[in-house]
């Protein structure tokens, strides 16, 4: 197992341990579990029952948005408890969706119909200005919230945004997660722009909230 910057948290309890992700199958499918919470529920729409399986076999192949190349994980007594997964633009810029069309199979039709319903926002959403580290997900077992997982894994984000050479990181949170946005402001991230900027729609608002680092 290789730890991700030797990172060690101690806590009220055992230690919380944040290491890189590793290429297995099994992985993929907590990747694709976590995602689809930290996106409520995007990924079950747009590729159906099958979402974790499908990113599961995506997630061991390189140079794409699911790659375990851009995952660290939390650990828990060697139980995976949390997921931060996040990129530099310039990696973004290079990245393919074929691994990630070669999983969903048949069920291509799908993605691509949701895809372009939603495309003005996966427009704005996919758009990372150059110098920025994305993060495109993070997700914490409902049991540990609140007991330093997720600010472990924010300062492992960092270590890497800066060891990638970015300025600053950045990510997108629903309007409605209040909560989710409350804890980002502690982290000293600030709503920089937000979609859609004049005509609201229903249930689908997005702050684009930034930090430097």
Not at 84 to 91: I, P, R, Y
Not at 98 to 104: D, N, V
Not at 161 to 166: H, V
Not at 173 to 182: G, H
Request: proline content about 4%.
């Amino acid at each position: 197992m290789s730890i991700d910057r030797s990172v060690l948290i101690a806590m009220d309890q055992p230690l919380i341990v944040i290491r890189a992700g590793n290429p297995t199958y099994d992985e993929g499918l907590l990747c694709g579990r976590y995602l689809n919470e930290a996106a409520e529920g995007f990924f079950r729409f747009m590729l159906g029952r099958q979402f974790a399986q499908i990113i599961a076999k995506a997630y061991t192949q390189p140079n794409h948005s699911y790659s375990f190349q851009n995952v660290s994980f939390a650990e828990k007594d060697s139980s995976i408890v949390g997921m931060a997964l996040g990129f530099t633009s310039k990696q973004y810029r290079h990245f393919s969706d074929q691994p990630l069309k070669e999983a969903a199979g048949s069920l291509n039709f799908r993605m691509k119909a949701v895809k372009m319903l939603f495309a003005p926002m996966l427009r704005i959403i996919e758009t990372i200005d150059d110098g920025d580290f994305y993060l495109l997900a993070m997700a914490i077992d409902k049991d540990l919230r609140g007991k330093g997982v997720g600010s472990s894994l924010m300062n492992c984000i960092k270590e890497r945004a800066r060891a990638n050479g970015s300025a600053r990181l950045s990510l997108d949170v629903s309007a409605n997660n209040e909560i989710a946005r409350q804890v980002y402001e502690n982290w000293g991230m600030r709503v920089e722009s937000q979609w859609p900027k004049r005509l609201p729609l229903p249930g689908l608002r997005f702050y684009r909230m930034v930090k430097g680092i």
